[in-house]
């Protein structure tokens, strides 16, 4: 890797360190030093992040890197974000990567051309008042055509719900010097049965997505595998889990295939509520993390 970003080998790609909520917003500074001091180099906020939502975590961390993941391009001016941004750079220089997402034409009225639409955002942070350097700002990539965007535009790509055999096909579209950062999903459960049937309370959702169902159909799995929620292969193949040595070694073959940087999202039972704080800290002794 020689995109720059000091990002580390494992972060962790949380929706819940984004929380708006009051209530549970209540420790989650706490919660990000911890990850901090654990080891981890940078703190992916999952959801439909901002700027605003790393500056409230810049300000009880020293070092760590904070990342959206993703700021949805239809959701703020390309110029507020890069004022935004500006503002956290001042406060702490070199802590911030703006994780940018076309997101989905489901979840958007009016989408349309989502990679020309991108390009241009990405004209509009060049050319700001402050501008976003395309060192600092990677893209939601998964497709050959956005990650092709990612590579000339920016310092690398985000792909979501991917697993070993996709890094390699995406490594090799990327090319050797851009940022391949996975957010790769982790269920710390080592009785099969158990630990597919959580990976399949959330699975389901994405296949409704045609963006991951087009992905996955690319790379070879069929109607039979996206049926009864997901087949045993895909599972496997899209969820990490099992024993600590498991983990270990199924990690390790994302960074042998290509991988630079692994965003860890800790995956539980459906209902689950507030951050995984005890799974984290768990995740990084099966890492050996040191800080």
Aim: aromatic share 6%.
């Amino acid at each position: 890797m020689a995109s720059g970003l000091a990002v580390g080998t494992f972060g962790i790609f949380s929706p819940e360190l984004r929380a708006e909520e009051p209530a549970r917003q209540a420790g989650l500074g706490e919660a990000a030093a911890e990850l901090e001091e654990l080891g981890f180099g940078a703190l992916w906020l999952g959801g439909s992040s901002s700027v605003r939502h790393a500056a409230k975590l810049a300000a009880t961390t020293k070092r760590i890197v904070l990342a959206t993941a993703i700021s949805s391009i239809w959701c703020e001016p390309a110029r507020v974000v890069a004022e935004q941004r500006a503002g956290l750079e001042r406060l702490h220089p070199d802590r911030f990567v703006l994780g940018l997402g076309a997101s989905h034409a489901e979840l958007v009225p009016d989408y349309r051309r989502p990679r020309a639409t991108m390009a241009a955002y990405l004209d509009a942070l060049d050319t700001a008042a402050s501008p976003v350097p395309a060192g600092r700002r990677v893209l939601a990539a998964l497709g050959p055509k956005m990650l092709r965007l990612a590579r000339d535009r920016s310092a690398g790509a985000l792909p979501y719900l991917v697993g070993p055999e996709y890094i390699a096909k995406a490594r090799g579209v990327l090319g050797d010097e851009p940022l391949l950062a996975p957010e790769v999903s982790v269920v710390l459960e080592s009785r099969p049965d158990k630990a597919r049937e959580i990976a399949r309370g959330f699975l389901p959702h994405y296949f409704q997505l045609p963006n991951f169902e087009a992905n996955l159909r690319r790379l070879g799995f069929t109607d039979r595998d996206f049926a009864g929620r997901g087949s045993d292969r895909m599972v496997d193949e899209l969820v990490v889990w099992g024993t600590d040595e498991a983990v270990r070694a199924r990690l390790a073959e994302f960074l042998t295939a290509g991988a630079d940087h692994l965003a860890l999202q800790i995956r539980r039972e459906p209902g689950a509520l507030g951050a995984p704080r005890q799974a984290w800290r768990r995740l990084a002794g099966i890492l050996e993390l040191t800080a």
